[in-house]
């Protein structure tokens, strides 16, 4: 097989749709440990996998030096380089965490598929090509645009009462969990802005058709990037705007939007 022919192939191409559905909508809508994690594993089957098709003599070296750059992505060794790029207007953002280097598992997967003989699911043809490689390049930009995080480290006792079953409670809220062991988390969307509360969160029977809901702890905010890789995207006004609500402001969002979730 060629290495034109690479562009075209089935798992690669459904790996960087995955990529961009993942981090412009499912991390969004449905954010939770599956579509925390989703993004690393797919891009991490695609990123070695588009730059081979470039290289084809130089596959294991490209193979390697990705789990490496993604071992140092991932680790607080990068951290000047993305202290010196938002220092000088490159917007780009990564996550600590090193639960996420369980994505490096895909890489022989995406080696072996590179070197397998399956079929391409288009017809290699020059003007799907270039299109195919902006999309990629794009999807695998996406991923690092700008964000603010910030703790708050705030403690509750708020609570309130919905009438409907625990499991319903769960399900309407789309309560998550970060990691095995983690608490109940529940993201509080700030209206008119792109940014959100994380917060922790109780859920309890009361009885077959009262379920309690307690705001446990107000964790962390997080302000989303509106801008593209060279502009910092992130709105000043909206970080000082969360920065300074007090925790009976949050309480207050929080019973707004569980009560607006289970209105009739």
Not at 24 to 47: C, I, P, Q, R, W
Not at 196 to 201: F, G, Q, V
Not at 202 to 217: M, P
């Amino acid at each position: 097989m060629t290495k034109e022919k690479h562009f075209y192939r089935i798992l690669f191409l459904a790996s960087i749709f995955l990529l961009l559905i993942n981090d412009l909508y499912l991390k969004f809508e449905y954010h939770n440990y599956l579509t925390g994690k989703l993004s690393d594993f797919v891009g991490l089957f695609a990123f070695p996998y588009f730059f081979s098709s470039f290289f084809p003599k130089k596959i294991k070296s490209i193979y390697i030096l990705s789990g490496i750059l993604f071992v140092l992505w991932k680790s607080e060794f990068s951290q000047p380089i993305f202290d010196f790029a938002l220092s000088n207007g490159i917007g780009i953002n990564r996550t600590i965490d090193y639960s996420d280097l369980i994505a490096l598992l895909v890489l022989p997967f995406s080696y072996i598929y590179w070197n397998s003989e399956s079929k391409s699911l288009f017809k290699a043809r020059k003007k799907l090509k270039p299109i195919i490689i902006g999309i990629s390049c794009f999807a695998f930009i996406a991923t690092t645009l700008p964000k603010h995080y910030e703790k708050l480290s705030m403690k509750s006792e708020f609570s309130t009462i919905i009438n409907s079953d625990k499991q319903s409670v769960r399900t309407q809220l789309q309560i998550y969990k970060e990691g095995m062991f983690a608490q109940d988390n529940y993201r509080i969307e700030m209206s008119g802005k792109n940014a959100h509360i994380l917060t922790s969160i109780k859920v309890d029977s009361i009885n077959e058709q009262k379920t309690r809901v307690s705001l446990d702890s107000i964790l962390s905010f997080t302000v989303e990037g509106n801008g593209f890789l060279f502009s910092s995207g992130i709105d000043k006004d909206d970080v000082e705007h969360i920065r300074k609500l007090s925790k009976n402001e949050i309480e207050q969002l929080f019973s707004k939007q569980i009560k607006k979730e289970f209105e009739n």
